[in-house]
């Protein structure tokens, strides 16, 4: 019935005479509308982890009015849920513990109804959310590799976060941090396995395991970058020469760089080193070329050992030039061996000079060479043409001397 006063009449009719009637008159009252709980059921039992669907479908209100659901539990302070719609699933989570919920059906017209059921929450374990790396990533050579992650448990005590490396070397994983993000460079070009571990206080815990690569680079010695001190030298003087050369490797695994220098059978040789990291590598060879020529200067850049090794080179050709203290005493040399000729060439002609006298004053000895006196002047001799050609010459050498001093 519907509410309002109503007047139930009575007939009583036996065939044959009048019928009776009799009334009674109902007052009928407006009601509170009635749960129909569909999910989640009395004394039910879930995870704290679990979301819960709340389902009062089969509720009414007798009057037709219409109405809304509030949900409580007495162990949270505020209302799960506030006036909805209880024709549609509504979802909520509750903690662990015992809950007493109670259902307050609300109609239009005012009129409300309290409705409890009972349901148990047991502890879970923690929820892992894996963000970053995806498993099987592979990262660029010298990138970073990044750790992100966004778990959590409905408990609300989560005590253990930590990312580990695992290595079939050793018999427990290495952490490489405890922080919901964190980014890891530098790490060695190969493969690598990893996990995500989180507990909670109870000791519960899941953990995720997942594998990602780091690539690799070749070395690359940048021929541009080559800077030397100097490129030419003197022979048999000591020298130090600096070289630096900038290398590019992004993977950051090549550790020997060195410097050759070859002259003819002579050879040195120096480590180059990047104390401060910035890619730059420098060195200091010391050396003493015993001969000039063309020396072969090689910068030489290894990555990894035996046949499988990666290797840069860069070449630069030097110059050793003799000393000029040589050449000065070269052409010392020279002028003292030309004095000399000189000087053997002025005994010579002196020789043959005294020797042509000789035979001159013989010569004259002889009466039938003997030349008339000469009144103007009787004790003057004619010279002959050989002595004074002689005599030209002796004046020329001397002259040649005169200029070398």
């Known amino acids: 019935m519907t509410a309002g006063v109503h007047t139930i009449t009575l007939s009583v009719d036996d065939g044959i005479h009048d019928p009776v009637l009799a009334q009674q008159t109902v007052t009928i009252v407006t009601s509170a509308p009635v749960l129909g709980l569909v999910n989640p059921s009395d004394g039910s039992q879930s995870l704290s982890s679990q979301t819960l669907m709340f389902d009062a479908s089969q509720s009414m209100d007798y009057d037709g009015d219409a109405f809304t ?3 409580r539990s007495s162990l949270h302070t ?6 909805v719609d209880p ?3 509504h979802a909520f989570n509750l903690k ?3 809950h007493t919920l109670t259902v307050t059906l609300t109609d239009e017209s005012g009129d409300s109804r309290d409705e409890t059921f009972v349901l148990t929450v047991v502890e879970s374990e923690p929820t892992l959310v894996l963000i970053s790396p995806e498993n099987r990533a592979s990262i660029e050579p010298g990138g970073v590799l990044r750790l992100e992650e966004a778990s959590y448990d409905a408990d609300n005590d989560l005590t253990v976060r930590e990312w580990r490396r695992w290595s079939p070397q050793t018999s427990f994983p290495e952490v490489l941090s405890t922080s919901s993000i964190e980014e890891i460079s530098g790490l060695a070009p190969g493969e690598y396995h990893l996990s995500l571990y989180v507990r909670d206080a109870r000791g519960q815990w899941v953990e995720e395991h997942f594998n990602i690569t780091i690539q690799s680079s070749l070395p690359s010695l940048d021929r541009d970058s080559l800077s030397l001190s100097e490129t030419t030298f003197s022979q048999d003087e000591l020298h130090r020469l600096t070289i630096s050369i900038r290398l590019d490797d992004a993977d950051g695994t090549t550790q020997d760089v060195r410097a050759n220098l070859t002259l003819n059978i002579q050879q040195w040789e120096v480590n180059l080193s990047d104390e401060d990291g910035d890619g730059i590598w420098e060195g200091v060879i ?19 050992e035996g046949e499988t090794a990666n290797v840069d080179v860069v070449t630069r050709t030097l110059v050793v030039e003799a000393q000029e203290s040589d050449q000065r005493v070269l052409l010392l040399g020279a002028a003292v061996a030309g004095l000399i000729g000189c000087v053997g060439l002025l005994a010579f002609i002196f020789a043959r000079r005294k020797r042509a006298q000789e035979d001159i004053e013989l010569l004259t000895s002889w009466d039938a060479f003997r030349a008339p006196a000469n009144e103007s002047s009787p004790e003057k001799k004619n010279i002959p043409a050989l002595e004074e050609n002689i005599m030209d010459g002796t004046e020329e050498v001397q002259a040649t001397l005169d200029e070398l001093e």
């Open 286 to 304: 010391e050396w003493r070329p015993e001969s000039t020529g063309r020396p072969s200067l090689k910068i030489i850049a290894k990555d990894g």
């Open 69 to 71: 659901v509030t949900l």
């Open 78 to 83: 505020d209302p799960l849920l506030v006036d």
């Open 96 to 98: 662990a513990g015992q």
């Open 87 to 89: 024709f549609n699933s």
